[in-house]
């Protein structure tokens, strides 16, 4: 690793600052993610298409507005990568599939204009499962994502390329979403931040049924701070989504007064009552948790109501994948992979009595699982229920040797808390029992969002000081020297650049 990537290594919050008071500049900052990118790049794919270019024009229009003590924006100068579901002006959004690998969008959508807007400097796309769908970070356009800690596993998904970079240090920032788990996941395997905001908190132009709360857009960082920092620079009203709020916050947490661990009541759950989870997992968490319970006024076990959760999750999340795809799947089913192929027959066979059955049972699991926060303030879970494995395995089949009945199901511990709409957010808590990332899923009250980071950034705080909690770090060194084969597609050449169009229909919406 050479000298020109140590900016690489810092994070948002500290570029900025270093950015502020000109002792740095964004074209130094940007040359260092660059340089990182590429380097490390090539052994985990976690960036796709890149727009380096026009991101050194940026930086350089940046500089300048420095020089003259001009106006900017709160994330002005930093490097962000763009998850490849959000369409980004001029940049490739292949949504991971080879229906839309020509789709070079004429214009940012809701999510990225506001970045931009904040000064915040697209550097690439970062990697996806096939139209998001799973939490492997693999497809037949770029190929697999490898896990920053070892390049044979996977890196989660759907936001795998986006937590994998983070880890890596390519960038300070990168975006998300999460449907099932598709922030936290990816983050819990990776070590670094993934908050799902409540919906609406963050505007998403991109979901066909907008009124649905199981879709959301959020920030990821290395650190809570990255984090919140980004949220701000996100969060608000829009005139595209109707679930949308207005809502306005600092642009750092230092303007708010830290939470007091010691005044937090606390409880947590293995499984919800109704996850399968590997017994390894269940050890970890439970030593996790016997190391923070004397942090608290209060920490106990908690009993939920999820009986019907499984059911509940495959009908909601069917109908946003047939609405969709069901463009794509008229036109060619073949034309799709085996999960958005598998998610939209599952969803065509339901019926109009399976839907308004899922929004009651929705209703009932959000009624009930708000009453808990009236005895806790946050509750605490595992992220994910097994160590990462490897990405050459599409998803999890057996869990303790039960097997699994969908390519999803392995998800429960994220997807029930999406049904309940609550903010979530995954960081990292030492490693596991094999020595990868643990993810810890702290769960907040109803739009309880901001409570919920002051929460998150105190056990981080206070895990940084703890030996076998602190957030683990890839080793640069052994990532570099790594031989591993991340599966580069070959039924599909790379395009020139007169090959380009602009795809109009079809286009997916998770």
Same mark, same amino acid.
């Given at each position: 690793?050479?000298?020109?990537?140590?900016?690489?290594?810092?994070?948002?919050?500290?570029?900025?600052?270093?950015?502020?008071?000109?002792?740095?500049?964004?074209?130094?900052?940007?040359?260092?993610?660059?340089? @990182?990118?590429?380097?490390?790049?090539?052994?985990?794919?976690?960036?796709?298409?890149?727009?380096?270019?026009?991101?050194?024009?940026?930086?350089?229009?940046?500089?300048?507005?420095?020089? &003259?003590?001009?106006? &900017?924006?709160?994330?002005?100068?930093?490097?962000?990568?763009?998850?490849?579901?959000? %369409?980004?002006?001029?940049?490739?959004?292949?949504?991971?599939?080879?229906?839309?690998?020509?789709?070079?969008?004429?214009?940012?959508?809701?999510?990225?204009?506001?970045?931009? @807007?904040?000064?915040?400097?697209?550097?690439?796309?970062?990697?996806?499962?096939?139209?998001?769908?799973?939490?492997?970070?693999?497809?037949?356009? #770029?190929?697999?994502?490898?896990?920053?800690?070892?390049?044979?596993?996977?890196?989660?998904?759907?936001?795998?390329?986006?937590?994998?970079?983070?880890?890596?240090?390519?960038?300070?920032?990168?975006?998300?979403?999460?449907?099932?788990?598709?922030?936290?996941?990816?983050?819990?395997?990776?070590?670094?931040?993934?908050?799902?905001?409540?919906?609406?908190?963050?505007?998403?132009?991109?979901?066909?049924?907008?009124?649905?709360?199981?879709?959301?857009?959020?920030?990821?960082?290395?650190?809570?701070?990255?984090?919140?920092?980004?949220?701000?620079?996100?969060?608000?009203?829009?005139?595209?989504?109707?679930?949308?709020?207005?809502?306005?916050?600092?642009?750092?947490?230092? %303007?708010?007064?830290?939470?007091?661990?010691? &005044?937090?009541?606390?409880?947590?759950? +293995?499984?919800?009552?109704?996850?399968?989870?590997?017994?390894?997992?269940? @050890?970890?968490?439970?030593?996790?948790?016997?190391?923070?319970?004397?942090?608290?006024?209060?920490?106990?076990?908690? +009993?939920?109501?999820?009986?019907?959760?499984?059911?509940?999750?495959?009908?909601?999340?069917?109908?946003?994948?047939?609405?969709?795809?069901?463009?794509?799947?008229?036109?060619?089913?073949?034309?799709?992979?085996?999960?958005? @192929?598998?998610?939209?027959?599952?969803?065509?066979?339901?019926?109009?009595?399976?839907?308004? #059955?899922?929004?009651?049972?929705?209703?009932?699991?959000?009624?009930?699982?708000?009453?808990?926060?009236?005895?806790?303030?946050?509750?605490?879970?595992?992220?994910?229920?097994?160590?990462?494995?490897?990405?050459?395995?599409?998803?999890?089949?057996?869990?303790?040797?039960?097997?699994?009945?969908?390519?999803?199901?392995?998800?429960?511990?994220?997807?029930?808390?999406?049904?309940?709409?609550?903010?979530?957010?995954?960081?990292?808590?030492?490693?596991?029992?094999?020595?990868?990332?643990?993810?810890?899923?702290?769960?907040?009250?109803?739009?309880?969002?901001?409570?919920?980071?002051?929460?998150?950034?105190?056990?981080?705080?206070?895990?940084?000081?703890?030996?076998?909690?602190?957030?683990?770090?890839?080793?640069?060194?052994?990532?570099?020297?790594?031989?591993?084969?991340? #599966?580069?597609?070959?039924?599909?050449?790379?395009?020139?650049?007169?090959?380009?169009?602009?795809?109009?229909?079809?286009?997916?919406?998770?």
């Amino acid at each position: 690793m050479n000298n020109r990537n140590e900016l690489a290594d810092k994070g948002a919050v500290e570029l900025k600052a270093l950015m502020d008071t000109r002792a740095v500049s964004p074209v130094e900052v940007l040359e260092s993610c660059i340089s @990182r990118i590429e380097e490390l790049n090539p052994k985990i794919n976690a960036f796709c298409a890149t727009s380096f270019e026009r991101a050194r024009t940026e930086a350089r229009a940046v500089e300048r507005a420095i020089l &003259r003590d001009q106006p &900017r924006g709160m994330l002005s100068g930093l490097p962000i990568g763009i998850k490849d579901l959000e %369409e980004t002006e001029g940049v490739l959004t292949t949504y991971g599939s080879p229906l839309f690998r020509a789709n070079l969008p004429t214009q940012d959508n809701q999510l990225v204009r506001r970045l931009r @807007r904040e000064g915040a400097i697209v550097v690439g796309k970062t990697n996806v499962p096939e139209m998001g769908a799973g939490a492997n970070t693999r497809n037949p356009v #770029w190929g697999a994502t490898g896990n920053p800690f070892n390049p044979s596993l996977n890196a989660g998904g759907s936001s795998g390329g986006s937590a994998a970079a983070l880890a890596a240090n390519m960038v300070p920032l990168c975006s998300g979403s999460d449907t099932g788990g598709s922030l936290r996941i990816p983050a819990a395997y990776c070590g670094v931040i993934g908050l799902r905001t409540s919906p609406g908190l963050v505007p998403s132009e991109r979901k066909l049924l907008g009124w649905t709360p199981i879709s959301v857009v959020g920030p990821m960082g290395r650190d809570v701070a990255d984090t919140w920092l980004q949220l701000a620079a996100t969060a608000g009203i829009a005139p595209n989504d109707p679930l949308s709020y207005d809502f306005k916050m600092p642009s750092s947490m230092d %303007e708010l007064r830290p939470l007091d661990l010691s &005044r937090l009541r606390v409880g947590y759950t +293995e499984d919800f009552g109704v996850c399968e989870v590997d017994d390894d997992i269940r @050890r970890v968490f439970r030593s996790k948790i016997s190391k923070l319970k004397g942090l608290f006024a209060s920490c106990e076990e908690i +009993e939920v109501n999820m009986e019907h959760a499984h059911r509940c999750f495959d009908v909601v999340r069917a109908e946003a994948f047939v609405g969709s795809l069901q463009a794509a799947y008229d036109k060619d089913p073949e034309l799709l992979g085996p999960n958005p @192929r598998a998610n939209y027959e599952m969803g065509a066979k339901m019926s109009l009595r399976d839907c308004v #059955w899922a929004g009651a049972e929705q209703t009932r699991i959000f009624r009930d699982f708000q009453k808990l926060f009236s005895q806790y303030d946050i509750i605490l879970s595992p992220t994910t229920p097994i160590s990462p494995f490897p990405w050459e395995q599409l998803y999890l089949e057996k869990i303790n040797g039960v097997e699994l009945e969908n390519y999803y199901r392995w998800l429960a511990l994220t997807y029930v808390v999406t049904l309940a709409t609550n903010p979530a957010i995954s960081m990292p808590m030492g490693v596991d029992h094999l020595n990868m990332p643990f993810g810890m899923q702290v769960i907040g009250k109803f739009r309880g969002d901001l409570e919920l980071l002051f929460a998150a950034r105190a056990l981080e705080q206070y895990c940084e000081r703890t030996q076998d909690l602190c957030r683990p770090r890839p080793d640069m060194a052994a990532l570099l020297q790594s031989k591993v084969n991340l #599966w580069t597609p070959v039924t599909h050449p790379p395009l020139s650049p007169e090959q380009y169009t602009k795809v109009s229909d079809g286009r997916p919406a998770v």
